[in-house]
């Protein structure tokens, strides 16, 4: 079993290292011109530099290299070891792709060709999807379909970050607190190793929002958004979904990951949908994201990122509930009220501005 502590210490670390890398990344960015300059899409008015996804992924990874140089992983199993290299090193390909993209500007097709190789080799070190599970069913073992099903979901998620990064602040506040969910299951699942990892991105994407939150500084850029979205989606899949087949909470264990990425999911395929209907291609951007609708009903930046925060809490201490976590219920309807107080202060805030 390892300890506690070091998650607390992977997380600390992660936040030390975004808060001393990120200032000079930001000084490296603006003097070579690696900027995210403002368009007709875009809701920032100013070039800003598009490169801070180096700091969350630095940080992220020093938190796991230090924390397994003192011991923190422990012995961990031959298959347990390989999921965790998987999810580390998938990590780091898909960060690659981001950063290219970042500094050369990839098209969408040779992004999604890259990433889909990147998942299709890590679902051979073990990061796979093996159950689905339907309502009123019991668990259904994939066989042959496990590759495309864990494929899409390393792909679409990674992807999904990315779409909803287009707010000061708010892909990684998703991603913190989707991470620290992720973490608090894991290890109530008795899934520690992969509640390192997730602790690690925790403190990177929190500890990003210093620099981050509205008015932001500095851009992750797809780097940081790829990194975080397959990050989060391979610990979904090593820490919740792999015990399926051992817990008796299993039909219980596979429903977990997609409610607590659940907002990205959602916003993702509704974009998908809406795009799809007008003729249009599900990979040209447009304004139809959540976000963008709550910006063009008059909500204010600042409180359109923080609602979106509340539903991301919210779904994922539905996810503690459903778990039977001690309190899990407690935490529920604490973030009900919360979610509900932001969404009155949304109305409200739309009714004005229509006055």
């Not at 994939?142 to 979901?153: H, N, Q, R, Y």
């Amino acid at each position: 079993m390892l300890g506690e502590p070091y998650h607390l210490i992977a997380f600390v670390i992660s936040v030390a290292v975004v808060w001393t890398t990120t200032p000079i990344i930001k000084r490296v960015g603006l003097k070579a011109g690696y900027v995210d300059r403002p368009n007709e899409r875009k809701m920032h008015h100013r070039p800003m530099v598009r490169l801070g996804g180096v700091s969350i992924f630095a940080g992220s990874l020093i938190a796991l290299l230090i924390v397994w140089w003192w011991g923190g992983f422990g012995l961990l199993p031959e298959n347990k070891e390989w999921e965790i290299w998987g999810v580390t090193l998938g990590g780091i390909a898909f960060f690659a792709i981001g950063l290219v993209d970042d500094l050369f500007s990839l098209s969408a097709i040779s992004r999604l060709i890259a990433q889909t190789g990147v998942a299709a080799i890590v679902w051979t070190m073990g990061i796979r999807i093996d159950f689905l599970t339907l309502p009123f069913a019991n668990l259904i073992h994939l066989d042959w379909l496990s590759l495309p099903i864990t494929v899409i979901w390393l792909v679409g998620i990674a992807n999904a970050i990315n779409w909803i990064d287009g707010l000061d602040g708010l892909a990684a506040g998703v991603c913190g607190i989707s991470a620290v969910v992720l973490l608090i299951l894991c290890l109530f699942m008795e899934q520690p190793a992969a509640a390192l990892v997730a602790a690690a991105l925790a403190g990177g994407a929190l500890g990003f929002l210093r620099y981050n939150f509205n008015p932001a500084q500095i851009f992750m850029g797809d780097g940081g958004a790829y990194f975080m979205g397959f990050t989060l989606a391979g610990v979904a899949v090593i820490g919740l979904v792999k015990i399926a087949a051992v817990t008796t909470v299993a039909v219980t264990a596979v429903l977990l990951p997609y409610l607590v990425l659940a907002v990205p999911i959602l916003d993702m395929s509704v974009v998908i949908l809406s795009r799809i209907k007008k003729g249009q291609s599900p990979f040209v951007a447009d304004k139809g994201h959540l976000h963008h609708r709550l910006i063009k009903a008059g909500i204010s930046h600042r409180l359109t990122v923080l609602f979106i925060y509340a539903l991301t809490l919210w779904v994922g201490s539905l996810a503690l509930a459903f778990s039977n976590i001690p309190s899990g219920w407690g935490f529920a309807l604490g973030a009900t009220f919360l979610l509900i107080y932001l969404g009155w202060q949304v109305w409200c805030n739309r009714r004005k501005t229509k006055e």
